[in-house]
């Protein structure tokens, strides 16, 4: 090709009434700019003129052997005729180059529309129909209007039925990375909605030290204080290729790392993006996300933690026994053996809120120090003991007993040090090490009383004002928990921040945000 020819260069002449028929090119200009889940071209009004494009059109955007769909938003200023502004996370997976020649054509409609549309007069799915949503999906094939509305679909607990909700968790878990560990590979998850409870860090080398293979992969903060992810992130690395995780789970047995890093089940991802938009998850969903990436990881014995509570993600009784229906469906069609344990609770479990205070309570907790926090380490005992009863490692009834044992004879803290070697962290740091935010405000009682109940909602919502979970130090710590009493002049809980200014606004609007009751 002449440098001088000019561009968009068409194959053929443009039909306006059979527009998918024709590939036209442009000279990419990369864009640092990420879109997130919905990836988007920039094209120039001139062209987008002559080649009558418009605003939301969708293009199939083709490099090398690669092949992708976009959306378009025009642009006068931020790319010249002839160029296409290509956004950095598209960039970034297919290696574009500035300057680069790719190839569009006018997209046709996603086939697995139809099968959206089938779901929402409430018809049901087959296998074949629910795989190629989700191969639309993680194909960016569909925006994220047309994937509410399937989301928006499961909210009809009667609209799914037991063996969709399978043919959806197996095709989300096929059609990402899928792993294989021992025989027996154990895994522990809760449904989370609940602060603190940061429980996996204590059971993973708990259960590792009895020779179990337990390779737990979490995910960060949502809409909580902290996810696992974000609290692990304080003391060792998290971000793990599937070929490392295999490394370090031979070396330990187990492994504390963020599933974001891998390509599990990628099509949840997009999920999650939609229903946090929303600020609202269907429960069947819910149990899909969670399984998907159990049979992506090869797990063959599970138990799921349903903490109840008027102000967390599961209200009450009724809501968290239906979950376990579901769950328990989906398991079996997997083998995977599984517990439910469901558990309610009138606060949340520790005493620090947020990344850095939750770990420092994890690792009292596995160094035995006087201070740990008991609530949390007898949730961690509880679990651990009923994950090693459910693999038959430990006879049942005793598996409460081995897993304080493991605990109290440091067996637990020896693998955990193993597991922050191996993942880049200092096996010889001390709980009062970990470093908390700089500035803090202690909120002292003007009375006596006993703490009665703990607002969940209204003590994340301070948490993030305090810059949870990206300020790490950042947090609350609970000096007084449900149940303890205390006096006039007793330090109730104490904020923290690595910004003295989010403590300020933090302290300003703590009269309209109540704690304690």
Same mark, same amino acid.
């Given at each position: ?341 469901? @558990?309610?609770?009138?606060?949340? /479990?520790?005493?620090? %809120?947020?990344?850095? #205070? ?5 690792? $009292? *907790? =596995? ?113 007084? @928990?449900?149940?303890?009493?205390? /006096?006039?002049?007793? %330090?109730?809980?104490? #904020? ?5 200014? $989010? *403590? =300020? ?13």
């Amino acid at each position: 090709m002449a440098e001088d020819e000019s561009y968009p260069l068409f194959i053929d002449k443009i039909d306006s009434k059979n527009k998918s028929s024709h590939d036209f090119f442009l000279k990419a200009k990369l864009i640092d700019i990420s879109a997130g889940k919905s990836w988007t071209v920039i094209v120039n009004n001139e062209d987008a003129k002559r080649m009558g494009i418009l605003v939301g059109d969708e293009l199939n955007l083709s490099w090398k052997n690669k092949e992708t769909e976009v959306g378009v938003d025009l642009s006068s200023e931020m790319v010249l005729p002839t160029e296409v502004g290509i956004v950095k996370d598209i960039w970034e997976k297919y290696r574009i180059k500035d300057g680069d020649l790719i190839r569009f054509t006018f997209a046709n409609r996603a086939p697995s529309l139809q099968a959206i549309y089938k779901k929402l007069f409430g018809q049901k799915l087959t296998y074949a129909e629910m795989l190629s949503i989700i191969n639309d999906i993680i194909n960016h094939r569909l925006n994220d209007i047309e994937l509410a509305f399937f989301i928006a679909s499961a909210f009809d607990e009667n609209n799914f039925s037991d063996e969709e909700l399978y043919f959806l968790t197996k095709a989300i878990a096929q059609t990402g990375d899928m792993m294989k560990f021992d025989k027996i590979t154990a895994d522990k998850h809760s449904t989370g909605g609940l602060p603190g409870n940061r429980v996996t860090p204590i059971i993973v080398p708990i259960v590792a030290s009895f020779g179990i293979c337990i390779p737990k992969t979490s995910s960060r903060s949502i809409t909580s204080a902290a996810g696992t992810a974000d609290a692990v992130e304080t003391i060792m690395g998290v971000k793990f290729g599937t070929e490392e995780i295999k490394e370090i789970v031979k070396k330990n047995k187990g492994c504390l790392v963020w599933g974001g890093a891998l390509k599990l089940a990628p099509a949840d991802d997009y999920f999650i993006h939609i229903t946090h938009n929303l600020g609202i998850e269907p429960y069947s969903k819910l149990v899909v996300s969670v399984m998907s990436k159990k049979v992506a990881m090869g797990v063959s014995h599970l138990v799921i933690d349903i903490p109840v509570a008027k102000t967390a993600k599961i209200p009450d009784m009724e809501t968290a026994l239906k979950i376990k229906n579901i769950f328990e469906k989906i398991a079996k069609e997997f083998k995977i053996k599984t517990e439910v344990v469901i @558990s309610e609770t009138h606060g949340p /479990v520790g005493k620090g %809120i947020g990344p850095a #205070l939750e770990m420092r309570d994890v690792l $009292r *907790v =596995l160094q035995q120090k006087e201070n740990r926090p008991m609530d949390l380490e007898n949730k961690a005992i509880k679990l651990s003991g009923a994950l090693l009863e459910l693999t038959g490692k430990i006879s049942q009834g005793k598996g409460e007993e081995r897993a304080r044992e493991s605990l109290i004879s440091g067996s637990a803290w020896k693998k955990m040090m193993g597991i922050m070697d191996s993942q880049g962290g200092n096996p010889t740091i001390d709980s009062e090490s970990i470093n908390i935010g700089e500035y803090k405000y202690e909120v002292i009682a003007e009375n006596s009383g006993t703490i009665k109940f703990i607002n969940n909602h209204n003590l994340v919502e301070i948490c993030r004002i305090l810059g949870t979970p990206d300020l790490k130090g950042s947090g609350v710590y609970l000096n007084k @928990s449900v149940g303890e009493s205390y /006096v006039k002049g007793d %330090i109730l809980f104490t #904020l923290y921040s690595d910004s003295e200014q $989010r *403590v =300020l606004s933090a302290k300003d609007i703590l009269g309209q945000l109540s704690i304690y009751r």
